[in-house]
């Protein structure tokens, strides 16, 4: 399986549909004034952590915004009920035949808009050309067997 930011920002709108059918969801776009309610996803920020071997980690930042139906009179009401569901349905996404853990999840309210803010970690591995020592006997880097050159 090859990973890809793409696929996992399509599979967070998916979860995102599937459980707010009335609610539009838009990928890293400018936001725009709109009168229905609608989740922006954004990425926020990604790490890489080099790992043992030939792997490395991503740490990938996202921030999904939720902007309540506008002249609607309980989108306050609305707001933390959307981010208790928003709890329950990112713990996991669905990423190919896998699920993917959410980390460090949480949300805040800024300007009448819902903030809910995860981190996905992804360990992955990627092909070594370096060749490998056959052995110590046929290996002339340049050490005796003082140390010394």
Do not use: W
Request: aromatic share 12%; hydrophobic share 35%; glycine share 4%.
């Amino acid at each position: 399986m090859t990973f890809t930011l793409d696929k996992l920002i399509e599979s967070i709108a998916e979860v995102l549909k599937e459980h707010f059918p009335n609610t539009q969801v838009s990928v890293n776009q400018d936001q725009q004034e709109s009168e229905a309610s609608e989740f922006c996803i954004f990425y926020t920020d990604v790490e890489i952590e080099s790992r043992i071997g030939s792997r490395l980690m991503k740490k990938i930042g996202f921030d999904v915004v939720y902007k309540a139906e506008k002249n609607s009179g309980d989108t306050f009401d609305l707001r933390p009920s959307v981010a208790d569901k928003l709890d329950f349905i990112l713990e996991f996404i669905p990423y190919e035949a896998a699920k993917l853990r959410t980390y460090n999840r949480s949300f805040k309210i800024v300007n009448g808009e819902l903030h809910y803010e995860f981190t996905v970690k992804v360990t992955m591995s990627y092909q070594n050309d370096t060749p490998m020592i056959e052995s110590l006997e046929s290996y002339r880097g340049g050490v005796n067997q003082n140390g010394f050159k």
